[in-house]
């Protein structure tokens, strides 16, 4: 039973164009949301984060949206760069539990 | 200066081996981690210990035993390796026990059984 659901496995984008990456949970429990970007040979590096009293987090050419009545989150990147190529994860963790539930990925290429 | 160090980088072993993975972190954080990614790109929770106290146990063989010496180190023991147990291995730390500020993870152990 996968809890973060990532529906799109591949996504290419514009340089220079808005990337939107989406995310999907499935419990009500969670209530903070991370993502982090992947290059390959690489470990994920930490984005940006959302706590569930916030409905939109902003930092630099990141945003990250969430919509708790549609048990939804989306990463937003303004404007996109080659170098955003790579794998996006999202993560959610429930209050009192210690571990964050990964989705799978959406790898992201940016053309230039 | 790696903040989050594992080796090694790759493995590669004979089915009923015993392997060792090691993991340092230099970023004072109180909280270190063990992650797996399997063949379908799941990341998922092994173990996490805070300040050397293990926090989570997630349901894995017991032929997985991390051990923390001190709260800079995390290692990764794996007993009688089979087939299944190829994977990358993620190790990663963070300043709390909930990570609210994300995780620092390191490059990954690619783990293959022969």
């Known amino acids: 039973d996968q809890q973060v659901k990532q529906n799109s496995p591949s996504l290419s984008v514009q340089e220079g164009r808005i990337s939107i990456l989406n995310c999907d949970y499935t419990?009500?429990?969670?209530?903070?949301f991370l993502w982090y970007k992947k290059y390959p040979a690489e470990g994920p590096t930490f984005l940006i984060s959302?706590?569930?009293?916030?409905d939109k987090n902003e930092d630099g050419r990141f945003t990250v949206f969430l919509n708790k009545s549609a048990k939804h989150l989306s990463l937003h990147i303004v404007p996109s760069q080659p170098g955003d190529s790579a794998v996006y994860f999202c993560a959610a963790s429930a209050h009192g539990t210690y571990k964050y539930i990964f989705g799978t990925g959406t790898r992201l290429k940016v053309l230039a | 200066d790696t903040a989050v160090s594992q080796t090694p980088k790759y493995l590669v072993t004979q089915m009923g081996n015993d392997k060792s993975i090691k993991c340092e972190q230099n970023l004072g954080h109180d909280t270190m981690y063990w992650y797996k990614q399997d063949s379908k790109k799941f990341l998922k929770i092994m173990f996490s210990y805070n300040n050397k106290e293990l926090i989570i146990n997630e349901t894995v063989p017991n032929r997985f035993s991390p051990k923390s010496p001190d709260k800079a180190h995390l290692n990764l023991h794996i007993n009688s390796l089979e087939l299944g147990d190829s994977a990358v291995y993620f190790c990663a730390s963070s300043r709390d026990n909930r990570g609210v500020k994300g995780y620092t993870f390191g490059s990954g152990t690619r783990l293959t059984v022969v």
């Open positions: 419990n009500s429990m969670f209530d903070y």
């Open positions: 959302i706590s569930s009293i916030k």
